[in-house]
Each structure stands twice: as structure tokens, then as C-alpha cells.
């Protein structure tokens, strides 16, 4: 636990741990989903807050699992702690997977896949080869 930011790590959580939480969470935004919301297409118009609230709450819980696992990726110590968490989030995914909860393996796949952990791994490997 990261006492001076009161914040707790994912690492500290096992992979079956996290993706039967983000899985739970997600099943009580998806089953709250009314049929009108998807027909009418409303999370597309202005009024996506009032016509489509549900589907507002799921994109809004997408983007937040994308950017918690970027954020966790970003802030961890070391480069040996980066490493076990980007483990972390590849064991995630392939439980996700597993589990048929495609909606939260994407936006893990997502967080993996942006640009901020694209160059970072870079800049990683990079480091790598000059050791």
C-alpha cells in the first residue's frame, strides 16, 4: 500500500482478485442497461445523460479501468516494479478473457496499449540494451 498517497496497488491483489472485482462491477452497470437506451442510440446524442444514463455509467467505467491501469503502470517505483505490474495486468487480461467479460478486457488491453506505456516500453528497452 502506498501509505503517503493512501493509495492501494493492484499488485497486491491477486489476477483472479482483480478481474472478479472489475467483473462484478461491471455486471451491475451491464444488467442495469434498459433496452430503450440501446435501440435509441442515446450515449451518441447531447442529451447522453438523460436519455442514456446507463450507457454514460458503463463508457465511464471503461475509460476509468483504461486509465487505472495506465496510472498503476506509470507510477510504480522501479523498473522491477513496473515490470511485475505490467505482468500483473497481461495475467488480468487473460482472466478477463476467460471469464467472457470482453468489455473490461478491452479497456485493460486499452490502458496496455496506450501511447504513455507504448513509450515507456520503449524508453525500456532502450535501457535494456545500453545495461
Known sequence: MDLIN???????????ASESQITLMDALVFK?????ELSSCGWNKKEKHSSSPIGVAFT??????????????LTAQTLKIRA???SHYVKTAKKLYELNN??????VVLGLQSAPIFRLTKNMGAFEQER
Do not use: C, D, K
Open 60 to 73: 465511464r467505467r471503461f475509460n476509468h479501468v483504461s486509465f487505472w491501469v495506465v496510472r498503476e503502470i
Open 6 to 16: 493512501g493509495q492501494l496497488s493492484a499488485i497486491y491483489f491477486t489476477a483472479t
Open 102 to 107: 470482453l468489455h473490461a478486457l478491452m479497456a
Open 84 to 86: 511485475e505490474v505490467l
Open 32 to 36: 442495469a442497461i434498459q433496452p430503450e
